[in-house]
């Protein structure tokens, strides 16, 4: 299917919504804005639906969670009318769903394409117009809204390191995050690999299995488990379909927004024998889910530890070369970092086309025309895969010029680290609401569920608004700073709260730290953003 082209021209009618970003989030939000009578539009750098699954064509990408729950559940005829075909579903699939959901609600009339948000101002009311946001955009066109929803994702910003030289390469160079979309053949070719995070565990199999040579630069290993994909039956399919209502209650009560149980309150409360089999039960199916086997994987480090040895173990089984295996195991917790999922990963190390580098003592010194330079050799290289990730949680909103009441800007606000009351909207910053902002749960959860409580929330604000005659919401200073004080205290008592990683932004220099999610869990959230709701939007000033 053909791209969107870009619509020139300014807009001096005031809308009630602007939307950025039309991923899940920026599509749910047209959906529910329009549904309720806001006259909204959405701009999307890329040139249609889709966010992240538009942008990451490269060979392998999946999602890590299954299907039948990383879909929307606003419409049930929607739910009851897609055909799923594999248990986790590829990128074409996920894209094409998300398509099908724009076509069969007429979104795209609302959505203005290959149109990327440069900069918002907030201006107060003066006379007879309201507070409003003007929005400038790349082609140099102004909009206004009276709100501004911050749909532009989370993992959206990639993060292409400044390695010395990287623009003298001679060959191509691709990050995952902004893969062609015609492809990359690599038939023939010495294949470099910058990173071992989701996106290279997942391409760096099929790339092997396509070039020549496939040259890994490692600096952190990363644990991950079997995916477990399979084809999706359709008698399981309608199993499903047929109880998809019980299916997302369970799931809203789950920790991660999916209806996983641990098989018990403590790893250390059970036999050796007994948590071996645990361990081997949902590793042989559970997928990224492993890493809850037990409720306290994530909270205990002793009770971490067996979880991270049996996948050690499992590592050394699967790869051949001791030395290579070694250099492949990771020595900080399971889930202290963003867990991975193993579709032929590890086996791919017995290849005899594919070298593993170890860049964590001894980083690459830099590129040059021929290939990667460590430690004074040249890696020959054809192509470069920079799977390095992204600028997480605050990229995309940090990359817009936000300016909020007197002209403040976000970057300014958050120099120090960011901070947003529930994750959904920033003091100084009128009528502007994040989606998955920092200090909601976001990447830690199932990010569709997260993303629709997210739309329905602010969407139920909105009318509240209307329905009083109110003109501006904005959140309250003390509020800001007691959510920020309470999702650093949830982190500091979760493991996840001790590593460097994106999740803390270690991974961009100069980044400000903090840990960035909220780590109580989504029951714990939702359940705060709601009584926030009925106690009349405590916590925000409204007027
Ligand atoms: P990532 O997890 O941040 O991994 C980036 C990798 O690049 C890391 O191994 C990092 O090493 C390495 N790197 C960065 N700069 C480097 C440098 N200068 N020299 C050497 N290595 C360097 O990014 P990602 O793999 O794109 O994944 C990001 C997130 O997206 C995931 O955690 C996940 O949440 C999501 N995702 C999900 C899926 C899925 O659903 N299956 C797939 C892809 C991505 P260090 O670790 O040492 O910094």
Known sequence: MADHTAETGSSSAMLDVIVVGAGFAGVYAVYKFRRLGFSVRAFEAGGDVGGTWYWNRYPGCRCDIESIYYSYQFDDDLQQEWEWTERYASQPEILSYIRHVADRFDLRRDIRFNTRVTAARFEAASGQTPSHWTVATNGG?????????????????????????????????????????????????????????????????????????????????????????RPLEPHELNDIKSRYGEIRAASKKGFTALPFKPAGPSALGVSGGEREQVYEHWWRNNGLAFQGAFADLLFNEDANLTAANFVRNKIR???????????????????????????????????????????????????????????????????IVFATGYDAITGALLAMNLRGRGGLSLRDKWAEGPRAYLGLAARGFPNLFMVNGPGSPSVLINMVTGVEQHIDWIADCLAHLRNRGLDAVEAIAQHEDAWAAHNNEVAERSIRGNCASWY????????????????????????????????????????
């Open 317 to 383: 089984e699967l790869v051949n070369n001791e030395e290579v295996a070694e250099r492949l195991t990771p020595r900080f917790p399971l889930g202290c970092r963003r867990m991975c999922v193993d579709t032929r990963y590890y086996a791919t190390y017995n290849r005899t086309n594919v070298t593993l580098v170890d860049v964590s003592r001894r980083p690459i010194d830099g590129i040059v025309p021929e290939g990667v330079c460590v430690g004074g050799a040249v890696h020959a290289a054809d192509a």
């Open 504 to 543: 803390n932004g270690a991974n961009i220099p100069g980044k400000p730290g903090g840990f960035m999610p909220y780590v109580g869990g989504f029951p714990a959230y939702s359940e705060k953003c709601e009584q926030v709701a009925q106690n009349g939007y405590e916590g925000f000033a409204l007027s």
């Open 141 to 229: 066109q102004t909009h206004k809204a009276r709100f501004c929803v911050m749909a532009s994702g989370v993992l959206s910003a990639p993060n292409l390191p400044d390695i010395p030289g990287r623009d003298t390469f001679a060959g191509k160079s691709h990050h995952t995050g902004r893969w062609p979309r015609d492809g990359v053949d690599f038939t023939g070719l010495k294949v470099a690999v910058v990173g071992t995070g989701s996106s290279g565990i997942q391409s760096i199999p099929l790339i092997a299995e396509q070039a020549e040579r496939v040259t890994v630069f490692q600096r952190t290993p990363n644990y991950a488990v079997p995916a477990s994909n």
